[in-house]
C-alpha cells in the first residue's frame, strides 16, 4: 500500500483517513515497538444499545485494524452485573456486524475473573493493595478535592496477611455489598484524583449474564480494562478523551502486574452532535419512561434506530470519515449526518409519488373507467434504474399544498384558471372548486390536454408549475411517520436542547404509486418533493405498509458552504 493510499483510503471499506493515532502507530511500527503487529479492540459495556458516537469508535478501531492489516476483536466489559444484560450483548453484536465490520476475537471481560483475581492477590502480596473497610461515602471524603491532598485510609497499612484473608473472604460472599473493597496503595496526594488509591474490586451480590453466581466481587474498569488488553495483546488501547487522566492508572495497573511491552492507551475526542444525546443513561431514561417507542426508535440516535429510520452502513462510515478524529471536543451539525445519507441515497433509491395530504381532482375531459399506464424514470440521476409503469385515471390525489384557491402571487402550482403539469403526464387545468357544507375544499375539477402528454415532444405552451399525484383507483395506502429532531433548542440563544414534544407526525390515509405493491422493509425511496424514505422493519405488515422518513431532500450542511 502506498504512502498516498495510506493517507486516505475508501470510506465504502470503513477505513478511515489518517490522523494522529495513526501517526503514533506509524511511529510505533518504524521503531518495532509490537513487532510489526497493529491489535485493536471495540470494548463496549452492554449496559444499554449503543449510539451514533460508538459508531465513530467502531470504525476508528476496525478501520485502523484494516488498514494496517491487524486485527481488532469485539470485547464486552461485563464487570457490573447491576446493569448489564445478554439483550445489549446480542444488539452490539449486530450492529457492529451491520456496519460492516467482523471481530477477529469475540471476548469477555469475565473470561478473564480468574486471572484478574490472582493478579490482585499478587498486589496484596506486594504490598500494591490493601482491603479498606471504609464506606463508599467516607473513601469519597478521604480522598479529598483538587485543591486539597487525600489522607490515608486507617485501613492502609494492615497486615498483607489480614488483607490476603479478608479478600478471600470477599469472594467467597461472607460480607455485605459495600462493607469493604480493595484498594489500590498508589499516592493519597497525588495531583490526579485517580491515583488516590483507587478502588479495584467491590463486593456485588448479584447475577451475571454469563457467569451466574459464581462471582460476588467484581473488578472495577480502571483496574479490569488494562488488564483484558494486555490478555489480549492488544497493542493500541484506543478510547474517548475522558479517560485521559485515567491514563497513569492503566500504566500503573500494567507495571504493577509486570507485563512485559503492555499496550498503550491513546484517547481521542468523543463526538458530540447538535439535536443529538449521546449517553446511554440519558437514552435509556427516555425509553423507561417511555418517552420514545423503544431503543430502535427512529428518532433515537441509537445504531439500531438509525437503521430503522433509514440511514445505511455506508452512510454512517462515511460520516465517521468525514469528522475525523480529533484530540479536541468540538460538535459536529447533525446536518452533516443527514447529508451523507442524502448522497448515499441519491443514486440507489427509486423516485416515486407518494401523496401524504390527499386532495382529490377529478379530470372531467378524461375518458370514464379507463387506465392508461405512463413511463416514469425510477432515478433521473442513475439510467441503470431503468423506467416504471404509472397508472394514470380520471381521478387523481394531489397534494393540499399543492392547490390554493386565492393563492398569494409567484404561486405557480394549481389554482382556478391556472394550468400546470401532472409529473410524467399530462397538463390539467382547474375549472371548479367543490366544497362541503362547512366550506372546506374537497375537490377540484379539472380539464386536461392530450396533446401535452409527457415524453412526446409537446412545446405548443409552456406552464411553470409541476405537481406529482397519485391515481385515486388504482393505489397503495400506507402509514408515513414524519420526524423532526427530538431534542431541539426553542429558541437560538437557549443553550440546551430540550425534548421535542413535536417529533413524531403519522399520517394514516396517505397513497402511493401503484408500484409500490412489491416494497419490501427496509427499502428505500425517495418521494418526489418530500424527500427520503424506508419500509419500516416492524410495523409493517403483509396488509399496511408502514414508512418512516428518514431525511429531507433540503440539504442545510450544504447550504452553509461546508
Keep these: 500500500m502506498s504512502l498516498e493510499n495510506d493517507k486516505k ?189 483507587p478502588v479495584l474490586y467491590r463486593i456485588a451480590h448479584a447475577h451475571h449474564h454469563r457467569t451466574g453466581d459464581s462471582w460476588c466481587i467484581y473488578p472495577m474498569y480502571d483496574y479490569a480494562h488494562p488488564l483484558e488488553d494486555a490478555v489480549e495483546n492488544i497493542t493500541h488501547s484506543i478510547c474517548t478523551l475522558e479517560f485521559e487522566a485515567h491514563r497513569p492508572l492503566y500504566d500503573w495497573v500494567l507495571k504493577e502486574t509486570k507485563w512485559k511491552n503492555p499496550p498503550k492507551q491513546i484517547e481521542f475526542a468523543r463526538l458530540e452532535m447538535t439535536n443529538m444525546i449521546m449517553s446511554k443513561r440519558h437514552l435509556k431514561k427516555l425509553v423507561d419512561e417511555k418517552l420514545v417507542d423503544g431503543w430502535d426508535d427512529p428518532r433515537m440516535s441509537t445504531i439500531s434506530g438509525l437503521r430503522r429510520r433509514g440511514y445505511t452502513p455506508e452512510s454512517i462510515r462515511s460520516f465517521a470519515d468525514k469528522i475525523g478524529v480529533s484530540k479536541a471536543n468540538s460538535t459536529v451539525d447533525i446536518s452533516l449526518l443527514e447529508h451523507c445519507i442524502r448522497e448515499d441515497l441519491k443514486m440507489k433509491a427509486s423516485r416515486k409519488m407518494a401523496v401524504l395530504n390527499p386532495l382529490k381532482l377529478v379530470i372531467t375531459n378524461y375518458p370514464e373507467g379507463e387506465v392508461e399506464w405512463l413511463e416514469g424514470e425510477n432515478n433521473s440521476e442513475n439510467e441503470e434504474m431503468g423506467t416504471r409503469k404509472i397508472p394514470f385515471t380520471k381521478e387523481l390525489y394531489i397534494e393540499q399544498d399543492d392547490f390554493m384557491e386565492n393563492p398569494p402571487s409567484k404561486y405557480y402550482r394549481l389554482f382556478p384558471g391556472n394550468e400546470v403539469r401532472l409529473r410524467n403526464a399530462y397538463f390539467v387545468k382547474c375549472e371548479e372548486v367543490i366544497k362541503d357544507e362547512a366550506g372546506n375544499i374537497i375537490e377540484i375539477r379539472c380539464t386536461y390536454d392530450p396533446q401535452t402528454k409527457s415524453g412526446t415532444g409537446f412545446t405548443g405552451r409552456k406552464v411553470k408549475g409541476t405537481i406529482h399525484w397519485v391515481s385515486a383507483t388504482e393505489n397503495v395506502k400506507a402509514t408515513v411517520r414524519l420526524y423532526d429532531y427530538l431534542f431541539i433548542k426553542e429558541n437560538e440563544d437557549d443553550e440546551e436542547y430540550k425534548y421535542n414534544n413535536n417529533s413524531k407526525k403519522v399520517l394514516k390515509d396517505c397513497y402511493l404509486e401503484k408500484s409500490f405493491e412489491s416494497a419490501q422493509k427496509d427499502e428505500k425511496f425517495q418521494f418526489t418533493r418530500h424527500g427520503y424514505f424506508v419500509v419500516d422493519t416492524k410495523d409493517t405488515t403483509e396488509n399496511q405498509l408502514v414508512f418512516n422518513q428518514i431525511v429531507s431532500l433540503k440539504d442545510s450542511f450544504n447550504k452553509k458552504g461546508k
Excluded at 73 to 90: S, W
Excluded at 168 to 191: C, H, T, W, Y
Aim: with cysteine; charged share 30%.
Design 9 to 197: 483510503l475508501n470510506a465504502e471499506s470503513g477505513i478511515i483517513q489518517s490522523n494522529f493515532i495513526h501517526n503514533i502507530i506509524d511511529e510505533d511500527l518504524k521503531n518495532g515497538a509490537y513487532g510489526q503487529r497493529v491489535y485493536t479492540r471495540f470494548p463496549p459495556e452492554p449496559n444499554g444499545y449503543l449510539h451514533i458516537g460508538h459508531a465513530k469508535s467502531i470504525c476508528l478501531n476496525f478501520g485502523t485494524a484494516q488498514k494496517y492489516s491487524g486485527k481488532c476483536n469485539l470485547r464486552f466489559d461485563d464487570t457490573n452485573p447491576v446493569k448489564e444484560d445478554v439483550e445489549y450483548v446480542d444488539s452490539i453484536m449486530e450492529d457492529v456486524k451491520w456496519l460492516g465490520f467482523q471481530w477477529d476475537e469475540l471476548l469477555f471481560a469475565s473470561d478473564y475473573f480468574d486471572e484478574m483475581y490472582n493478579l490482585a492477590v499478587g498486589l496484596i502480596k506486594d504490598g500494591k493493595a490493601y482491603v479498606c473497610e471504609l464506606s463508599a461515602e467516607a473513601i469519597k471524603e478521604y480522598r479529598g478535592t483538587y485543591d486539597k491532598p487525600g489522607k490515608e485510609s486507617p485501613y492502609r497499612e494492615r497486615p498483607v496477611e489480614e488483607s490476603l484473608d479478608l479478600f478471600e473472604r470477599m469472594k467467597n460472599g461472607e460480607f455485605k455489598d459495600g462493607q469493604m473493597v480493595l484498594r489500590a496503595k498508589i499516592d493519597m496526594s497525588s495531583p490526579n484524583m485517580n491515583m488516590r488509591d
